[in-house]
Nanobody, 119 residues
Framework: QVQVAESGGGLVQAGGSLRLSCAVS????????MGWYRQAPGKQRELVAR???????NYADSVKGRFTISRDNAKNTVYLQMNSLKPEDTAVYYC?????????????WGQGTQVTVTS
């Protein structure tokens, strides 16, 4: 069993900062890519940022320069530092982890954490 648990969401004013954390636990040998996605009301889930096991990153254009993704492989944890938050960043943020099992790779999701940015 693999569990993915996000934390760190909340309510913040525009221009403020939040740091999201996501811990992956269970029977894990290694984790490939980890990432953060978000879904605003009435919209599709979209990629925010991803990071490989080696530390390579990619970001959505809308968050470049404001958000930073990082990971601690020893703790099976990924973080998302969000600065200069805007009301349009309001969404439920989901953590995703790709875990290899044999020749296959499985995608695991957390339950999500709400981020609300007020103007």
């Amino acid at each position: 069993q693999v569990q993915v648990a996000e934390s760190g969401g909340g309510l913040v004013q525009a221009g403020g900062s939040l740091r999201l954390s996501c811990a992956v636990s269970g029977s894990i040998f290694r984790i490939n890519d980890m990432g953060w996605y978000r879904q605003a009301p009435g919209k599709q889930r979209e990629l925010v940022a991803r990071i490989t096991s080696g530390g390579s990153t990619n970001y959505a254009d809308s968050v470049k320069g404001r958000f930073t993704i990082s990971r601690d492989n020893a703790k099976n944890t990924v973080y998302l530092q969000m600065n200069s938050l805007k009301p349009e960043d309001t969404a439920v943020y989901y953590c995703n982890a790709l875990i290899p099992v044999g020749v296959s790779e499985y995608s695991y999701w957390g339950q999500g954490t709400q981020v609300t940015v007020t103007s």
